[in-house]
Each structure stands twice: as structure tokens, then as C-alpha cells.
């Protein structure tokens, strides 16, 4: 038997918070009456929300890939870009893959963001001060790097390297990255099409999970009392390559399958279910993450709607909500 969450999310309704008026390129699959929205971005102007976070006040953070920029949506509503970090012109081409801003997170009044800039002196991970302002890369990375999730744990940032199966650690505070951890399972899998393997990566209690979005598989690193990588095991294998992923505080992860349009639920033992699916919902769903204050049983959804990517031109946040709150790691 599953946890009555998943009851939740079959029988849930979407939150309703206008973020003005949408553009008709935008309009369409978010704007129908029953899946309501949280914010709708503009496709003509390459707004790609790919990653996500929440603080504890309500709001909610986005990083449009594309643009470089950083969106707030605050809790009535109120959308505004906060940021823009260098990664230079759109679809531009560098270091084996295009430029752009990737995986987003938050931690003590800061953001954390991936910038796979062109320019090697302005790629790497960059702190948005949320409370002083300004914008400060404290991280490079190496060139042939490609950063794409990111999560926070203690005073350290881990970013999975989606092009050579390597997970990277650097200090809140800046200063030298280094490599945490190493393994085959992160790499892509042979023949693959796309070069996409490691992306998405969350804590869970003393474990890190990260996406493999070539091989389908979750594999979870143990995390020794030094917080080093200790060993691995392939959590689960969806058939849906999983982008990137938010637990709820029963260990249950749902995970985004961009470009396919479905939430798959991956339960504590390994057993996986699609939990939402269809065009009417979801377009290219990137990222997700659970409120942090009033509206921790509210599950937030990037659909990117990543112009090279079959989808709707409807790149928008969605909201779920769920008898399970998300979980808080330390």
C-alpha cells in the first residue's frame, strides 16, 4: 500500500498565483481551467524556467537556462527578475554543449547557480546575495565541465558534471573545487544521443542521489562521517530519463522526466509509479522542489519548455499539493 500522498497528487488541484498577463506564444495547455499555474514565462523571449528553489518567506526561485536570468515569485504572486548572470548569447556553442544557467539552489539568504558561460573566466558557480545584493562567482570549473544540478548540504555545494560521470564539491564561502566523487554509473550510457548523463542531485538524510538521465537510473551515494562519498547502489530505474527531482519528508522522490511529460513517484524501496502525466499538465517538467514555510505541502514544477525539445512553447511553474510536507535537510 502507498503512502495517501500519492492520493494527493491524483486528486489535486493547481494553485492559481498570476503572474501577469501571458503572451499568446505562452498561452494554451497552462492557462486551462483546471491546471492552474504559479507563473507563466515568455517562449519568444527564451525564458526556459530549468531549475527551482523555495525559501522559507514563500518565495520561489527560478533560473531561466537561456536568458542568464533569475526569477522571484513572491508569495502573492508578484514575478520579477532578480538577477542576470553572464552565459552569454543564447544557443551559443562552447565546450561540447550550448551556454546556459542550469541547476538553482538556496541556502542562508543566498543562491546558488550553475553558469556554463563561453567565457571560461565567468563559468562556474555563482552566489546571488539575496540580502546585501550583488552577484559573485566563488567557484570556477573546468572548461570541458558541464555543471548541471546543484544542492546544498552543511557549508559545502555539490554539482554533478553531466559529461564525465563526476560529482564536484566546493565551499559556500569559495574558494578551489574538488572532486567528491567519481563513479561509472554517473557516465552516459553507450550509444547514447544525448551527452546528458549526470543532472539532477538532492540529500536525503545521509545520502546523495543524483539522476542519471542517460540510463534511467537514481543511484544514491552513502556519505561517510567525514562527509566523503562512501559507496554507491543504483536506487531505482525509470524508464523516463528523470531531469532532476524533490523528496517529501517519507523518503518518497518525484522526479521531472523532461523532455516526456510526467512526474514519476520513486518510493523508499525502489518501486517507481507515474503520478501525473499528460500534455494538459506538463511541458518538458525540469525541476521540482517543496515550499519551506506555509507551503511545505505544496510541490512546485518547472516546465522548461526547452525550445530544442518537442513541447507547447508553455514554459511555466505549476503547484501541487500533498498530505506529506517536503523534506528539510540540515
Same mark, same amino acid.
Given at each position: 500500500?502507498?503512502?495517501?500522498?500519492?492520493?494527493?497528487?491524483?486528486?489535486?488541484?493547481?494553485?492559481?498565483?498570476?503572474?501577469?498577463?501571458?503572451?499568446?506564444?505562452?498561452?494554451?495547455?497552462?492557462?486551462?481551467?483546471?491546471?492552474?499555474?504559479?507563473?507563466?514565462?515568455?517562449?519568444?523571449?527564451?525564458?526556459?524556467?530549468?531549475?527551482?528553489? *523555495?525559501?522559507?518567506?514563500?518565495?520561489?526561485?527560478?533560473?531561466? /537556462?537561456?536568458? =542568464?536570468?533569475? %526569477?522571484? $515569485?513572491?508569495? !502573492? &504572486?508578484?514575478?520579477?527578475?532578480?538577477?542576470?548572470?553572464?552565459?552569454?548569447?543564447?544557443?551559443?556553442?562552447?565546450?561540447?554543449?550550448?551556454?546556459?544557467?542550469?541547476?538553482?539552489?538556496?541556502?542562508?539568504?543566498?543562491?546558488?547557480?550553475?553558469?556554463?558561460?563561453?567565457?571560461?573566466?565567468?563559468?562556474?558557480?555563482?552566489?546571488?546575495?539575496?540580502?546585501?545584493?550583488?552577484?559573485?562567482?566563488?567557484?570556477?570549473?573546468?572548461?570541458?565541465?558541464?555543471?548541471?544540478?546543484?544542492?546544498?548540504?552543511?557549508?559545502?555545494?555539490?554539482?554533478?558534471?553531466?559529461?564525465?560521470?563526476?560529482?564536484?564539491?566546493?565551499?559556500?564561502?569559495?574558494?578551489? *573545487?574538488?572532486?567528491?566523487?567519481?563513479?561509472?554509473?554517473?557516465? /552516459?550510457?553507450? =550509444?547514447?544521443? %544525448?551527452? $546528458?548523463?549526470? !543532472? &539532477?542531485?538532492?540529500?536525503?538524510?545521509?545520502?546523495?542521489?543524483?539522476?542519471?538521465?542517460?540510463?534511467?537510473?537514481?543511484?544514491?551515494?552513502?556519505?561517510?562521517?567525514?562527509?566523503?562519498?562512501?559507496?554507491?547502489?543504483?536506487?531505482?530505474?525509470?524508464?523516463?530519463?528523470?531531469?532532476?527531482?524533490?523528496?517529501?519528508?517519507?523518503?518518497?522522490?518525484?522526479?521531472?522526466?523532461?523532455?516526456?511529460?510526467?512526474?514519476?513517484?520513486?518510493?523508499?524501496?525502489?518501486?517507481?509509479?507515474?503520478?501525473?502525466?499528460?500534455?494538459?499538465?506538463?511541458?518538458?517538467?525540469?525541476?521540482?522542489?517543496?515550499?519551506?514555510?506555509?507551503?511545505?505541502?505544496?510541490?512546485?514544477?518547472?516546465?522548461?519548455?526547452?525550445?530544442?525539445?518537442?513541447?507547447?512553447?508553455?514554459?511555466?511553474?505549476?503547484?501541487?499539493?500533498?498530505?506529506?510536507?517536503?523534506?528539510?535537510?540540515?
Amino acid at each position: 500500500m502507498r503512502p495517501q500522498n500519492l492520493v494527493a497528487f491524483l486528486s489535486s488541484t493547481l494553485i492559481l498565483a498570476a503572474a501577469g498577463s501571458p503572451s499568446p506564444a505562452a498561452a494554451g495547455a497552462c492557462t486551462d481551467p483546471e491546471p492552474q499555474m504559479v507563473a507563466l514565462y515568455d517562449a519568444q523571449a527564451l525564458q526556459v524556467p530549468e531549475s527551482i528553489a *523555495t525559501d522559507k518567506k514563500g518565495n520561489i526561485y527560478v533560473s531561466l /537556462a537561456l536568458t =542568464g536570468q533569475i %526569477s522571484r $515569485i513572491s508569495p !502573492n &504572486g508578484t514575478t520579477e527578475i532578480i538577477a542576470t548572470l553572464p552565459i552569454g548569447a543564447p544557443f551559443e556553442s562552447c565546450f561540447g554543449f550550448i551556454a546556459g544557467q542550469t541547476g538553482l539552489t538556496y541556502a542562508k539568504d543566498n543562491l546558488y547557480v550553475n553558469v556554463n558561460s563561453c567565457d571560461a573566466e565567468m563559468r562556474g558557480i555563482w552566489r546571488v546575495s539575496l540580502k546585501k545584493g550583488g552577484n559573485h562567482k566563488i567557484a570556477s570549473l573546468p572548461p570541458e565541465v558541464f555543471a548541471n544540478g546543484i544542492a546544498h548540504r552543511d557549508d559545502y555545494l555539490y554539482v554533478s558534471d553531466s559529461f564525465s560521470g563526476t560529482i564536484f564539491r566546493a565551499s559556500v564561502d569559495g574558494g578551489e *573545487t574538488e572532486i567528491w566523487a567519481e563513479d561509472p554509473l554517473l557516465e /552516459a550510457a553507450p =550509444g547514447s544521443p %544525448s551527452p $546528458i548523463a549526470a !543532472n &539532477g542531485v538532492q540529500f536525503f538524510e545521509d545520502e546523495l542521489y543524483v539522476a542519471n538521465s542517460s540510463t534511467g537510473d537514481i543511484i544514491a551515494f552513502e556519505i561517510d562521517d567525514d562527509d566523503e562519498a562512501g559507496d554507491t547502489r543504483i536506487h531505482a530505474t525509470l524508464d523516463t530519463p528523470c531531469d532532476d527531482f524533490a523528496f517529501d519528508d517519507a523518503g518518497t522522490m518525484y522526479c521531472g522526466t523532461n523532455p516526456v511529460n510526467s512526474i514519476v513517484a520513486i518510493y523508499p524501496d525502489g518501486d517507481t509509479e507515474v503520478v501525473l502525466s499528460g500534455d494538459d499538465y506538463l511541458d518538458g517538467p525540469s525541476s521540482l522542489a517543496f515550499g519551506r514555510g506555509k507551503d511545505k505541502h505544496t510541490l512546485y514544477v518547472n516546465n522548461a519548455s526547452f525550445p530544442f525539445y518537442p513541447n507547447h512553447a508553455e514554459p511555466c511553474v505549476i503547484s501541487l499539493q500533498s498530505d506529506v510536507k517536503g523534506y528539510k535537510d540540515r
